[in-house]
């Protein structure tokens, strides 16, 4: 049985950076630091990567937790920023705020790329989407009519 979102994990070239990032822009809290090195069968096994070496922090929020990670070792490939909402993959993180255009602007002082302005629906919901320092895609919504506040919805224990 599925209990709920868990975690979204991120690599970045840069932990200190997104870290500090993460914790202003959306309020997320150290709940731990990791580290492993190289050779470490157990962690290899875990990301299904051969001779792999990394830090990150796992930071917990208002309802999931987020896990950062910056990788020594194998050498990263791909660059985000040359990514879109429709390349394959996760395309972006959402997160619901209280004030999209605020929060918009608090990240963009906090060092965030912008992509367009926000946009309001004609449902009472607005949404826009940016990026993080590293290129990641996130979106900050509000709730419309017809996408329910995470409030709104039935939990697994309220459904069974």
């Known amino acids: 049985m599925i209990i709920g979102f868990h975690h979204p994990g991120i690599s970045v070239p840069d932990l200190e950076k997104a870290r500090e990032f993460y914790t202003r822009v959306l309020g997320f809290e150290v709940l731990f630091e990791e580290k492993w090195d190289a050779p470490n069968s157990v962690y290899d096994q875990g990301v299904g990567l051969e001779n792999s070496s990394a830090r990150g922090y ?3 929020g208002a309802n999931c937790y987020l896990e950062l990670w910056q990788y020594t070792a194998p050498a990263a490939a791909g660059d985000p920023l ?3 909402a429709n390349d394959y ?3 972006h993180l959402g997160f619901e705020v209280d004030d999209v255009p605020a929060e918009y602007e608090r990240l963009k002082s906090l060092g965030g790329i912008v992509m367009n302005p926000p946009v309001a629906f004609s449902d009472g919901g607005s949404a826009v ?3 993080d320092p ?3 895609i996130i979106e900050f919504t509000t709730a419309g ?3 329910p506040a ?3 919805l039935t939990m697994i224990s309220d459904a069974q």
Do not use: A
């Open 58 to 60: 796992v930071l917990k």
């Open 82 to 84: 040359q990514e879109g």
């Open 89 to 91: 993959g996760i395309s």
């Open 129 to 131: 989407y940016c990026r």
């Open 134 to 136: 590293f290129g990641n």
């Open 145 to 147: 009519k017809g996408f």
């Open 150 to 152: 995470l409030n709104e």
